[in-house]
């Protein structure tokens, strides 16, 4: 094996961690944040980069991208059960770059951040061919929720409808027409900040969905040690007909939330809106697609980079 395309990013991944001792102290690779106990609390910390011409086409409005930019990490802060508090905002950009361009960027990250009371503290800027931006996002969690922490026998919900955000930006590269609500899902997706509050007092362990359900799913098993079954018809996804279903499920970028919960509370979270019952955990430590009763094997589970 020669290559990074050869070992791929979660075999990365698990070098990086192997290598580096992890502290008893505080939870670090392996989550959507890192969680660090602080006093009768917890800060969580994330951080993702947005890439021109990997993550984004080179004409992205500037202001749904500073969106999609400080959201992505919002939504790594709700999965673990926080609330954003502070960012740092690193930029490479290309000297030729319009100073309208980066100043309808900064403005757009302003009224985001301001208007879910985040700071930014700092950053880092450099210059490079591609726009790429990066943002470390601190969050605060008295309870965090983790992905390690599912049991077999429990429900399993999604928020929202997914595939929107694939369906949107396949109708962009292929300049195919998509709803403006695919299109919005890829160039300025939310994260469910919205619906948190609601969901955190039965959340045994969550996930966000940035790399497709299926992926995102496997790492609550791998992380709890479960197995979970889907009930495909159960998910909502996006009506969009450039698609198929798998295809739809597994591009990611939907930034909703994937989370297991006690059978007892079944009753309390269907009565909040926009969730669903897909699935259950089980003891078989892999993922089990249903459709209609009949197992499908789908070819791929999620994005990866390499
Ligand atoms: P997410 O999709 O929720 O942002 P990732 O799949 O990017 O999560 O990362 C999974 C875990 O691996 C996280 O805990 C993250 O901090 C860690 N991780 C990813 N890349 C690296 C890296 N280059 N070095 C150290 N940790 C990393
Ligand atoms: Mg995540």
Not at 83 to 104: D, G, H, Y
Not at 143 to 161: C, M, W
């Amino acid at each position: 094996m020669d290559t990074i395309q050869e070992l791929g990013e979660f075999a990365l991944i698990e070098k990086i961690k192997t290598l580096f001792e992890q502290p008893a102290d505080a939870l670090g690779i392996g989550d959507d944040c890192a969680v660090i106990p602080i006093y009768n609390t917890n800060l969580l910390v994330t951080v993702d980069t947005l890439i021109e011409n990997v993550h984004f086409f080179s004409d992205h409005p500037m202001e749904k991208l500073a969106k999609k930019a400080i959201n992505i990490n919002i939504s790594d802060i709700v999965a673990c059960g926080g609330v954003s508090k502070w960012a740092f905002l690193s930029l490479s950009l290309n000297p030729s770059m319009k100073i309208s361009q980066i100043e309808t960027f900064i403005e757009s990250l302003q009224k985001s951040c301001a208007s879910r009371n985040i700071y930014l503290l700092g950053g880092n800027t450099a210059k490079d061919d591609k726009l790429s931006i990066n943002i470390t996002l601190i969050g605060q969690a008295d309870k965090p929720i983790l992905r390690s922490t599912a049991k077999p026998n429990q429900d399993v919900y999604l928020t929202g409808e997914i595939g929107c955000s694939a369906c949107g930006f396949y109708a962009i590269k292929n300049k195919l027409s998509a709803s403006d609500k695919c299109l919005e899902r890829f160039l300025a997706p939310k994260a469910r900040t919205d619906l948190i509050d609601q969901i955190k007092p039965y959340a045994t362990a969550m996930i966000d969905i940035s790399d497709g359900l299926l992926q995102d799913a496997e790492h609550i098993c791998s992380s709890s040690n479960v197995g979970i079954d889907i009930f495909l018809e159960n998910i909502n996804i996006c009506e969009n007909q450039n698609l198929n279903d798998i295809d739809k499920i597994t591009f990611g970028e939907d930034y909703e939330l994937l989370f297991c919960a006690d059978q007892k509370d079944r009753s309390s979270i269907l009565a909040i809106s926009d969730v669903k019952l897909i699935g259950r955990t089980n003891n078989s430590k892999k993922i089990t697609i249903y459709n209609n009763g009949r197992i499908i094997i789908p070819k791929k589970y999620g994005f990866t980079h390499f």
